[in-house]
């Protein structure tokens, strides 16, 4: 099965002289995280943002309304984390422990990023200033 995990994965055996009995195997399927990733400027889906599973190995995109749905493994544990080069994403990223259940909801906001661009210059000699440190909050 390519959708699933078993437990136990792999067992070794070595000088059998009769039959075992008992000897099972589960087998779990792939779990889903799922939620929308919405853009706040026009409130509709965010196409093509990056969720990566953590530890998993694996990346899909959101599609055009939004939506993504990522396949764990039973069991995992990690962080489920959006990027798209030129936009701010919140959350950063949602927390997963034990994904035993599929697990729906986990929503995200895009905003585009906001570049502030500038030179210091000398007030007298207007020149350029090096060595600054320019900081903004609010």
């Known amino acids: 099965y390519d959708d699933g995990t078993f437990i ?7 000088g059998l002289s ?4 008992g000897q099972n195997f589960a087998w779990y ?29 694996l990346s899909i995109p959101s599609g055009a309304d939004g939506s ?10 990690g962080t489920a984390t959006p990027t798209q080069p030129g936009y701010v994403i919140t959350p950063v990223s949602i927390s997963h422990a034990n994904v035993t259940n599929d697990r729906t909801g986990h ?5 585009q990023a906001r570049a502030v661009s500038g030179r210091i210059r000398h007030r007298y000699t207007d020149e ?6 320019v900081a903004f909050s609010g």
Not at 68 to 77: A, E, M, T
Not at 128 to 133: A, C, E, M, S, T
Request: aromatic letters at 8%; zero cysteines.
């Open 128 to 133: 350029g200033v090096d060595g600054l440190v």
């Open 107 to 111: 929503d995200y906001l895009r905003r």
């Open 68 to 77: 993504y749905f990522l396949g764990v493994p039973h069991g995992w544990s």
């Open 8 to 14: 136990a994965s792999n067992r070794s055996y070595s």
């Open 29 to 57: 399927p792939t779990r889903i995280i799922a939620g929308t990733i919405l853009d706040e400027e026009t409130g509709g889906g965010a196409d093509g943002v990056a969720v990566a599973a953590s530890g998993a190995g």
């Open 18 to 21: 009769a039959s075992l009995s």
